[in-house]
């Protein structure tokens, strides 16, 4: 089988699209349960240390990723199998639910079919082998950490450190690099990883000690030194540079339309994972536009 995908590019990135489709649709779950699994966590542990009990009620009894089964938030239905199909089940149901007809967000699709493309545009860009697989962990792991930075302004230890894990990891497998780089030396992977946390720990610290006030969350450290054990420390400037302007635009542009306060915190995980992704793919490219253009 590996063989007929080296042979036939188009069929693995069928394949991978097809599989990702599938995948997207777990991460909603991911997306959806894991802060509310994380929630619980610190009540049950704020709760064992205060004897008082929380005022927000949480679900009780089995709450994870498999218990229990997806229902409706309206009316509380069941999700039959085939109505839990990516893409298909919601185009199907008309984007409401079977029961209640109350609509149903159309976040769920889009996560599937992003999840789906971009997955699909790692098969193309790496081809089918090692390299690709690889990039695709990264590209899903980036989808759920933008995704719930983006609802919650939280970025959870349990997907950024082993992350950075196995990023540090892959560095032991370099020489297995072809054409693309994706496979580092471990001394980079290291560098990386250690540069990418203390490199945003320190603008956090010299922003706190001159205005007193907390400008981003210890969870983008743990990102940026995730990608740079993934990428290298050669590539952190483009992530940070990439990610601090397309922050800048979108920050402005919230502020200028939608009145957005200025006290009021906009994660800035989304454009880390954006940025990650896109120098995974094409960072190389991107630097030397940049160098040709404005340097």
């Given amino acids: 089988m590996f063989e007929m995908f080296t042979e036939s ?34 009540r049950e ?6 004897k008082t009990p929380a005022e927000q009620k949480l679900p009780t009894g089995r709450f994870d990723l498999i ?15 085939w109505q839990n199909i990516p893409v298909v089940s919601y185009l199907l149901l008309g984007g409401k639910c079977s029961n209640c007809k109350e609509s149903i967000s159309a976040r769920y699709p889009v996560v599937e079919m992003m999840t789906a493309l971009l997955a699909a545009l790692c098969a193309w860009r790496f081809g089918a082998g090692p390299e690709a697989i690889m990039a695709i962990v990264l590209t899903l792991a980036l989808v759920l950490v933008a995704m719930i930075d983006a609802d ?15 990023g540090l990891a892959m560095s032991l497998y370099h020489p297995l690099a072809g054409a693309e780089t994706l496979f580092i030396s471990p001394r980079d992977a290291i560098v990386g990883a250690m540069a990418g ?7 956090y610290w010299l922003f706190k000690l001159v205005t007193g006030k907390e400008g981003m969350g210890y969870g983008d450290f743990k990102l940026l030194g995730a990608l740079g054990a993934w990428l290298g420390w050669q590539h952190l400037h483009v992530i940070i540079l990439m990610s601090a302007v397309v922050g800048a635009i979108v920050g402005i ?3 200028a339309v939608r009145k957005h306060e200025r006290s009021e915190p906009i994660p800035f995980g989304p454009y880390l994972a ?16 940049y160098l040709d253009k404005f340097i």
């Avoid at 218990?67 to 199998?81: M, Q």
């Fill in 67 to 81: 218990v229990p089964r997806s229902r409706c938030p309206s009316c509380g239905t069941l999700i039959k199998a």
């Fill in 197 to 203: 946390y203390l490199s945003l720990w320190s603008i």
């Fill in 253 to 255: 542009s919230m502020m």
């Fill in 274 to 289: 954006a940025a990650g992704w896109m120098t995974m793919m094409w960072g190389s490219d991107i630097w030397n536009l």
């Fill in 152 to 166: 919650t302004q939280l970025i959870p230890d349990s997907i950024v450190l082993p992350l950075m894990w196995i």
């Fill in 9 to 42: 590019a188009p069929l693995f990135i069928a394949v991978v699209f097809a599989f990702c489709l599938i995948i997207g649709s777990f991460l909603n779950v991911v997306i959806y349960r894991l802060p509310i699994m994380m929630e619980r966590e610190w």
């Fill in 45 to 50: 542990q704020c709760e064992e240390i205060a």
